[in-house]
């Protein structure tokens, strides 16, 4: 019983402190949500789109066949990184690594998830605002632009999820048989 409750209280505190951990890097270095996040997600979207990568005065900017997309600190999808962080730390909890390889490993795996999902979400961008964007009416541009965003980000975060759900299930099934 008592192993119990202190299982429960770890998957419950883990993640928040992975979280207020990689939070208040954030504070302490707001620099990194231009300088790596919106870069290493503009490069990879850029790469991706056979483009070069150039700096401009609000961040970075890459062509998709002739339109330019520029990735701001906004697009540094810094709260998806945040997201990710705690469920990480939620999941190697349950998966019942220690406390400090649980919390690096939070916090450090987040930080290519994000820019990798974050190009992906780029590039699903740059083909909406390409293809689908101009055909509806102007005011419905930021939405749409969110609406694409969600529709990457969301989905991603389930199926990460999802895999390491199934990690987990194996790990225990092998474990109990």
Same mark, same amino acid.
């Given at each position: 019983?008592?192993?119990?409750?202190?299982?429960?209280?770890?998957?419950?505190?883990?993640?928040?402190?992975?979280? !207020?951990?990689?939070?208040? *890097?954030?504070?302490? !270095?707001?620099?990194?949500?231009?300088?790596?996040?919106?870069?290493?997600?503009? &490069?990879?979207?850029?790469?991706?789109?056979?483009?070069? *990568?150039?700096?401009?005065?609000?961040?970075?900017?890459?062509?998709? +066949?002739?339109?330019?997309?520029?990735?701001?600190?906004?697009?540094?999808?810094?709260?998806?990184?945040?997201?990710?962080?705690?469920?990480?730390? &939620?999941?190697?909890?349950?998966?019942?690594?220690?406390?400090?390889?649980? =919390?690096?490993?939070? !916090?450090?795996?987040?930080?290519? *998830?994000?820019?990798?999902?974050?190009?992906?979400?780029?590039?699903?961008?740059? *083909?909406?605002?390409?293809?689908?964007?101009?055909?509806?009416?102007?005011?419905?541009? +930021?939405?749409?632009? =969110?609406?694409?965003?969600?529709?990457?980000?969301?989905?991603?975060?389930?199926?990460?999820?999802?895999?390491?759900?199934?990690?987990?299930?194996?790990?225990?099934?092998?474990?109990?048989?």
């Amino acid at each position: 019983m008592n192993r119990d409750i202190r299982f429960q209280t770890k998957t419950a505190w883990m993640p928040a402190c992975a979280l !207020c951990i990689n939070w208040s *890097v954030l504070q302490l !270095c707001p620099w990194l949500e231009l300088g790596v996040f919106a870069r290493a997600a503009a &490069w990879l979207a850029g790469a991706c789109a056979g483009s070069p *990568v150039a700096t401009c005065a609000d961040g970075w900017k890459f062509w998709f +066949h002739g339109l330019p997309m520029l990735v701001t600190t906004t697009c540094s999808a810094t709260d998806y990184f945040l997201l990710l962080t705690a469920l990480l730390g &939620w999941q190697l909890a349950r998966a019942g690594v220690s406390t400090l390889r649980g =919390l690096t490993a939070a !916090c450090l795996l987040a930080v290519p *998830v994000t820019i990798t999902v974050n190009a992906l979400r780029l590039i699903t961008l740059a *083909v909406a605002h390409r293809w689908l964007i101009p055909l509806a009416p102007d005011t419905y541009e +930021h939405f749409l632009h =969110l609406l694409f965003g969600l529709a990457v980000f969301l989905p991603a975060l389930v199926a990460i999820n999802a895999l390491l759900e199934l990690r987990h299930d194996r790990i225990t099934t092998h474990t109990v048989s």
